[in-house]
């Protein structure tokens, strides 16, 4: 399992709404749900409603981080609008991407050991993202004795 989905929702999204839009990034983004280790999102959000739902819905774990951690996080399309609202300028990014370093992401340059492999995309009261934690050792392709081919 090497994907964590972010999800960013508002107080009036439903589980429909998330899982929906979770699945039409995973068809388009050709991403295999059984490579989702969780789904992340910001505290406010996990304890009831869509997300929390979604998560059951679709059977994944769900990990919840606080504010502060996710506003910590570089992410490619901060919104200050969201920063306004809740405290940090990203919580699908930032939670796919931070949740994917706390699972094992390992120290890279700088993009940490992770990689968005789904900025964010979003409905009416729903955002979803989709980071990739990048294996230690990462298998070699090509004929034995032909590495890094």
Do not use: W
């Amino acid at each position: 399992m090497t994907l964590v989905v972010g999800v960013g929702a508002s107080s009036r999204a439903d589980a429909r709404e998330i899982a929906g839009l979770i699945g039409s990034v995973g068809a388009r983004g050709d991403l295999r749900g059984d490579d989702v280790a969780c789904l992340a999102t910001v505290e406010a959000r996990a304890g009831a409603g869509g997300v929390r739902d979604a998560a059951g819905m679709l059977g994944f774990h769900l990990v919840a981080y606080p504010v502060g951690v996710l506003a910590q996080v570089a992410v490619p399309n901060p919104a200050e609008g969201v920063r306004a609202r809740t405290g940090t300028a990203s919580v699908a990014e930032a939670a796919a991407l931070h949740g994917a370093r706390a699972l094992g992401g390992r120290p890279h340059d700088t993009c940490g050991g992770v990689r968005l492999v789904v900025e964010k995309r979003a409905t009416a009261r729903a955002t979803v993202a989709v980071a990739r934690i990048i294996p230690a050792n990462p298998p070699v392709t090509g004929e034995p004795g032909a590495a890094g081919s």
